[in-house]
Every structure is written in C-alpha cells, then in structure tokens.
C-alpha cells in the first residue's frame, strides 16, 4: 500500500530508469504530487503492464504540482560511472521542477545531496509512496519512447523491445554486429564465454 508522503513538507520523489541496460541513457524523474494524490493503478513501475504506464503517465503529468526529467547518455555513463550517472540525471530532473520541493525521497540507498535540499533514500521506495512510484512511472515511459526511437537507427539490437537490455537477442546481436554508439562500452556487454570485437 503505497504512503502518499514522508512529511508536511513539499515533497519530490526521484526515481530512474536503465541501471541496468547495456545500451541508451539512464533517465530520472522527480515528481511533487498534491498530498491527497490517489490512482488505484499506481504502483512501482516495474510491476505495471506497460498500457496502465501510458494511462498513469498522463494521469501523473496532468495532475502533479510539477515533474521533470533528466537524462544521461551512455558517453558521459562511461565517464562518470552509472551510479553518478543516476545521481546526476536525478539531480537534472530535479532542477527542473517548477514548484522548489523541501524534501527529497530517493527509490534506493545511495544519493549526493542537492543544493540546501534535505534528503532521504528509501530501499524499495516506488513500491512504499506515490512521489517515487510516480517519477518511477515517469522515467520509465519517457526512457522507453526514447529506445523506441534509437530502435529505429539500429532495428537488429530488438530495443523496441528490449529497451536496452541484455537480452538473448540483444546479445547475439553484439556478437554479430558489434556494439553502436548507444552502447555502454563501460559495461560487460557480453559474457565471456561469448567474443566481441569492439
């Protein structure tokens, strides 16, 4: 049962998506709901299909105090590491809001403080209160568009998809191809039981 806040005060909950992809931007949420916030389909993004995604996006979009995105690309994930890589595209999300929160919930443990703004990082949060799960929402459908598009560029790597991820088809594909542009070349891309020629 998700918790509509942490506080009294203005919350922002933040959220990202594409830790774990092989290939594209990690992209952040934040997201100030009105306190009295309620959707029966809203839940951790993760355990929602992805036509009840598109209905709560628009949902979030319309009637959040405000929301931002921030997105990072997989040049500067290489550079920075995918952990600053998801502080940093949450810290852009969060730059964006129009209305200053006063209090941050971060979804997971580890976050570099913003500005003068108090923060707190909750395990698990996009499943426990509606900012996370919503910014969770958020991040997700917006990262998702965007695969769709890189898709279009590279149609063999499946991440219309995939999104990104290591899949079975997104693997072989590396191992035909080699890896693109998007690709994280940070990352293990392939087991290493499987060759790749970079």
């Not at 959040?64 to 952990?83: C, P, R, S, T, Y």
């Not at 200053?100 to 003068?116: M, V, Y």
């Amino acid at each position: 049962m998700l918790k509509n806040s942490f506080s009294n005060k203005i919350e922002a909950g933040c959220d990202e998506a594409g830790r774990g992809c092989l290939a594209g931007p990690v992209v952040a949420a934040s997201v100030i709901l009105p306190k009295s916030f309620k959707h029966p389909l809203l839940n951790d993004s993760k355990q929602l299909s992805k036509k009840n995604r598109n209905i709560l996006e628009k949902v979030i979009k319309k009637e959040a105090i405000a929301w931002g995105i921030g997105i990072i690309w997989n040049e500067e994930i290489d550079k920075i590491n995918i952990l600053n890589a998801s502080i940093k595209a949450m810290h852009l999300a969060i730059n964006k809001l129009k209305t200053k929160p006063e209090l941050l919930l971060i979804d997971g443990n580890r976050f570099h403080a913003f500005k003068d703004i108090a923060h707190k990082c909750i395990i698990k949060g996009d499943a426990k209160y509606t900012s996370i799960a919503a910014a969770s929402v958020l991040a997700k459908t917006y990262r998702d568009k965007l695969m769709q598009e890189l898709h279009q560029e590279f149609p063999l790597f499946d991440w219309k998809n995939n999104k990104g991820y290591p899949t079975k088809i997104h693997r072989q594909s590396i191992v035909n191809y080699g890896s693109t542009k998007y690709h994280r070349k940070s990352f293990k891309l392939l087991p290493l039981q499987l060759k790749l020629t970079l």
